[in-house]
Structures are given as C-alpha cells and as structure tokens.
C-alpha cells in the first residue's frame, strides 16, 4: 500500500501526559499536513510543512502542539500535557505540488487517522 | 455566515436515485473547490475536484456558480455504497490555511 500511513491507530493516555504520533506520506508528495477532527465536524487545520520546512501553523494551535518533518519524510505531532479536550481523530494529508490536472493544487490524501482519548 | 456551509443531512434517498446537495461558502475570491466522501469513522477520500465551472466523472458531477457562491454535487443512479458523509473543501488562497473544510451532508441511501 503506497498511501498516507499513521501510527499509532489508537491512543488512550491519561490527562497530563504526553503522546506522539506520526504520518508517513505518499512518498512523492511534498506537501504534509496535519488535522483535528471531532465527530460531527470537518477537519480543522493544525499545522502544513512544505517539505522539511512548517510554513503554517494555525492561530488557534495551542503551544502545547509541535510537529515536526525532519528529512522532509515522515512527520510526527507531539502534544504536550494532554488534556480532554483534546480527545479527536487526528488525520495526516499530503498532496503534489502539481494536480492531476497539471496546475497547482492542495487535492489531498489522508492517512486513517490516529483516534485520541485522554481519560 | 460561516465560510463554508453544508446542510448536515441526512438526506434519505431510495437507491437508483439522483441526488443533490449544495455547499455555499462566503469568501468571493475562493479558487478552487473540493469534494471528498468520508465513512463514518474513516479518512476522508478526495472524489472530485473542481477549478472552473464543474467537473463529471461517471455518476458524480460537480458544479460551480460563482455568482451564487456555491457548489453543488449530484449523484445519478445511487448506490447503496454512495451511503457516507459528503465534505465540501473550498480552498481561498494563502497556502494550507486558506482550506476550510464544511462539516459534511450525511446521505444515506436506502434499498
């Protein structure tokens, strides 16, 4: 399978701890991007790296949110000090630079997501 | 107005039917136009997207009316597997952050 992976699936943490994840994406893709998703919602936008570099954060991204893209490969999202509210489905996309059309795009690809719960 | 929005559903619609459900979003100078289906408790998957006016693959047509502000997606002779969640993603420039995603129409297709 050559599409976006996340590891892990599943996460069950308790309030204060710390918890890591990671996306692989498609890997010709240069563009990778992180998103929150609570049930009933859209994806909300966390974080965007354009190869190794985060070129995006978004506003409401607490500071207890870093992500990270190394090698312009695989990325990884730490949340620090998790909270309850942080309980989602965490979704890793990447996408070409150019669409199947030929032009700029932002068609994305996701990953199955990793599921959060802090108890 | 809320950038972009999406009636929630659920649309109920006996299979082999066509379906319609629209998206309007608010901001004028919005570029491009993307749909993805999503399955309850999966990722959403990119179906079509859409640049100019509309766009058709198969049973699925997109279309865009720019002076109304929305997009519109139909589906001819649906399916039982056309049952998921419809996300509407409407893409207003200025990198990542200018993608906002709808909440999603709910369509569920009944035998």
């Known amino acids: 399978d050559t599409g976006v992976s996340q590891d892990p699936r599943h996460k069950i943490t308790k309030r204060g701890q710390n918890v890591t994840f990671r996306c692989d994406p498609i890997?010709?893709?240069?563009?990778l991007y992180w998103y929150r998703q609570t049930l009933g919602q859209g994806p909300e936008f966390l974080t965007y790296?354009?190869?190794?570099?985060?070129?995006?954060k978004s506003r409401l991204l607490s500071d207890r949110f870093s992500a990270e893209r190394p090698k312009g490969s695989f990325s990884t999202l730490e949340i620090q000090r998790t909270e309850q509210g942080d309980s989602a489905m965490y979704l890793c996309?990447?996408?070409?630079?150019?669409?199947?059309?030929?032009?700029?795009?932002?068609?994305?690809?996701f990953g199955p997501g990793t599921r959060l719960t802090v108890t | 107005r809320k950038e972009v929005e999406q009636d929630p559903g659920p649309f109920n619609v006996p299979e082999g039917a066509t379906v319609a459900f629209n998206c309007t979003y608010s901001?004028?100078?919005?570029?491009?136009f993307f749909w993805y289906r999503q399955d309850c408790r999966k990722e959403p998957k990119l179906l079509m997207s859409?640049?100019?006016s509309g766009n058709e693959d198969g049973r699925f047509t997109a279309q865009l009316n720019r002076a109304s502000q929305y997009i519109s997606l139909l589906i001819r002779d649906s399916k039982l597997s056309d049952s998921a969640t419809y996300l509407c993603?409407?893409?207003?420039?200025?990198?990542?952050?200018?993608?906002?995603f709808g909440k999603g129409t709910h369509l569920i297709i009944q035998p």
């Open positions: 996309a990447s996408s070409p630079i150019l669409g199947l059309a030929g032009g700029l795009t932002y068609e994305q690809y």
């Open positions: 901001n004028s100078a919005s570029q491009s």
């Open positions: 859409v640049y100019s």
């Open positions: 890997s010709e893709h240069n563009r």
């Open positions: 993603v409407v893409y207003s420039g200025g990198g990542a952050d200018g993608l906002t």
């Open positions: 790296f354009q190869n190794e570099a985060q070129l995006e």
